[in-house]
């Protein structure tokens, strides 16, 4: 299976960017990488997703360098509500073929201080 | 639209019960998926299906049966409880998973299960 490695955790101040990074080395040529926002006693929730270079939306951003072994979420000038865990994915392929396997890792917490 | 709506929110049971934990969306998704969630383990996938009648095995399956007979509802069944399924539980759908779709997965909240 793809595994995916974030830091455990971050801290940051509100106001501030936050840059959160994810490696996953086994990547799929075509596997898209796609991340995950959740707060507590909730589902995780979709931010953004990409194949390569940048995708930016109204959340976030997300910078892929060229050989897609790792990937960069972005959040501009965070705020207290931004305080929650970070899960970056990549898609498996089953032995069947029949449907990818998304594997979550571990997440990073991130919390942002006033 | 409610999106993904799982029941109930909370459920204690006792070792060697059984339950069911239902799953419902309302956005024709093809792709129905559980996972449990584990302090310090991220999500683990469970069983997922790719639409109804045809259903997966995951990570982590054993001790769990699912079935898929429409659309709209994916039910997590156990057969007989046991301490270590004490989780919380994560009811996930996309339009399609297929080999070359990324959909994105939209979750319900959760069940927190307690088995004693």
């Known amino acids: 299976l793809a595994k995916t490695t974030q830091p455990i955790s971050m801290d940051s101040y509100e106001g501030q960017e936050v840059n959160i990074t994810c490696s996953h080395n086994?990547?799929?040529?075509?596997?898209?990488i796609t991340w995950y926002q959740q707060f507590p006693s909730q589902g995780p929730r979709f931010i953004i997703q990409?194949?390569?270079t940048k995708v930016t939306n109204e959340v976030a951003s997300l910078f892929i360098p060229a050989d897609r072994k790792s990937s960069t979420l972005s959040l501009p000038r965070v705020s207290l509500s931004d305080t929650a865990v970070y899960y970056c994915?990549?898609?498996?392929?089953?032995?069947?073929?029949?449907?990818?396997?998304?594997?979550f890792g571990s997440g990073t917490q991130l919390t942002v201080l006033p | 639209n409610a999106g993904v709506t799982q029941t109930p929110k909370f459920q204690v049971l006792k070792t060697g019960q059984s339950m069911t934990l239902q799953c419902a969306q309302d956005?024709?998704?093809?792709?129905m998926s559980w996972y449990r969630q584990d302090p310090g383990m991220g999500l683990r996938l469970i069983h997922y299906?790719?639409?109804?009648?045809?259903?997966d095995q995951g990570e982590v399956p054993n001790g769990y049966n699912v079935s898929r007979s429409t659309t709209e509802d994916f039910p997590l069944r156990l057969l007989s409880a046991a301490p270590s399924q004490t989780s919380v539980y994560f009811c996930?759908?996309?339009?399609?998973?297929?080999?070359?779709?990324?959909?994105?997965?939209?979750f319900g909240n959760g069940t927190r299960l307690t088995v004693t």
């Open positions: 994915l990549v898609g498996d392929r089953i032995p069947s073929g029949s449907a990818r396997q998304l594997t």
């Open positions: 956005m024709n998704h093809e792709y």
């Open positions: 299906s790719v639409g109804a009648g045809i259903t």
């Open positions: 086994n990547i799929a040529t075509n596997d898209y």
């Open positions: 990409g194949y390569k």
């Open positions: 996930a759908s996309s339009y399609s998973q297929g080999q070359e779709d990324n959909s994105p997965l939209h």
